[in-house]
């Protein structure tokens, strides 16, 4: 039978991109839909092994992928309660909000920084995060002309799944 101490002290968490206080910044795009981080933490930050589950565009859907490096399989194998759950909803497309709840229902932490007091320095809200992202990669390329406007549109029409 598999032993690990590897995650002695941690407590199995998770985090909700689109739910963080710095989320519609980042999803902006429209690349990536939503992305939920799961994990084993410390109670004083850092991680001993954490994966993802990212919500993408496939075929005309949208749909989870679970995506883990190989120095998290060993976090994998400390979440096989959910993963279990996980083959319930196997092939049902379930939306971030429905992934968060069911990782709820198995004792997993909500970990997300909804606001920049949350745990974050600072009070920026996301439309004065990607502000200040935008005015950094200006002064990168001095020929940019972002449009800080379009990016206030972007981020006051970004719903939630």
Not at 22 to 33: E, N, Q, V
Not at 110 to 124: C, H, K, L, P, Q
């Amino acid at each position: 039978m598999y032993k690990s101490h590897k995650h002695a002290g941690c407590e199995r968490g998770f985090t909700q991109l689109s739910a963080a206080y710095y989320g519609p910044a980042l999803l902006a795009d429209g690349k990536l839909i939503d992305e939920v981080m799961l994990g084993f933490y410390h109670p004083d930050g850092g991680t001993t092994g954490e994966f993802a589950i990212r919500w993408t565009r496939l075929a005309g859907k949208i749909t989870p992928r679970l995506e883990a490096f190989d120095d998290s399989w060993n976090a994998l194998w400390g979440f096989r309660d959910v993963m279990a759950r996980f083959a319930d909803v196997d092939g049902e497309d379930i939306s971030p909000s429905e992934l968060c709840a069911l990782l709820i229902e198995c004792g997993v932490k909500n970990r997300t920084e909804t606001s920049r007091d949350s745990g974050a320095v600072g009070n920026d809200t996301p439309l004065t995060v990607l502000e200040d992202l935008l005015a950094q990669i200006e002064s990168v390329d001095g020929t940019s002309q972002l449009d800080t406007d379009r990016a206030r549109a972007v981020l006051s029409n970004h719903k939630e799944i």
